[in-house]
């Protein structure tokens, strides 16, 4: 080796032996440490550790069920029967309680007529009165549901009406069959109970 290499040779040797001791360079690095998770975390990591093996399994009854949904939808669909999500079917029951609600110039017109057998005394007449109108209301959107034999419980009972309507005729109902089978006249306050549920019905304000 010549005198020149040597000198190199030294001369890098004291660089790497300064290199080695400078403080701020960072030679031997700390060994690797997995982060635990928190306490809180910890039952929903072990429970992920513990599904494992079973993920495949889930999966396939994830596509499975999926495939079945869909399967149903198709049948609903070639069956003609109309499927709604829940705010859609909420959406269209309000439309069907604006289709039922009577006419307000017909609802006064006859609340009118009602009145006028109150301010006589004639309770029963105005109830009976508010019971045939809503029937015949009835009739006229449910045009094939109405049979002879059907009674006012039954009406009353029918899925086919909406609620608020339905509600509406069940309390004049019940005031009128009081009257009649409990032998009960039907007074002011019938009339009035009677009344109120015509109005929650007929009229907007009322609906608020």
């Known amino acids: 080796m010549t005198a020149a290499a040597t000198e190199e ?14 403080d701020s360079i960072q030679f031997a690095l700390p060994t690797y440490v997995r982060p635990e998770p928190p306490e809180w975390l910890k039952p929903f990591v072990d429970g992920l550790a ?27 669909e070639a069956k003609g029967i109309a499927w709604r999500l829940p705010w859609r079917r909420k959406r269209e029951e309000t439309e069907a309680k604006e289709e039922w609600r ?17 301010a006589r005394g004639e309770y029963d007449e105005a109830v009976h ?15 094939d549901f ?13 899925g086919s009406i909406p609620t608020r309507p339905r509600a509406a005729f069940s309390e ?6 009081a009257a009649l089978f409990a032998r009960r006249p039907v007074g ?17 304000d009322a609906w608020a």
Request: hydrophobic share 55%; glycine share 8%.
């Open 9 to 22: 040779a030294g001369r890098l040797a004291q660089l790497h032996k300064q290199l080695l001791g400078d």
């Open 129 to 143: 009165l508010l019971l045939r109108r809503s029937v015949s209301d009835i009739a006229t959107r449910l045009p």
């Open 50 to 76: 513990k599904l494992g093996p079973y993920m495949i399994y889930l999966f396939w009854g994830a596509v499975i069920i999926g495939v079945a949904i869909i399967a149903f939808l198709l049948f609903l």
């Open 172 to 177: 004049i109902a019940r005031i009128v069959e």
């Open 102 to 118: 009577p006419d307000v110039g017909a609802a006064q017109v006859l609340l009118s007529e009602a009145d006028a057998f109150a």
């Open 188 to 204: 002011a306050e019938g009339w009035q109970q009677a009344r109120g549920a015509y109005e929650q019905f007929a009229f907007r």
């Open 146 to 158: 109405l049979r002879p034999s059907l009674t006012a419980r039954d009406i009353a009972a029918a």
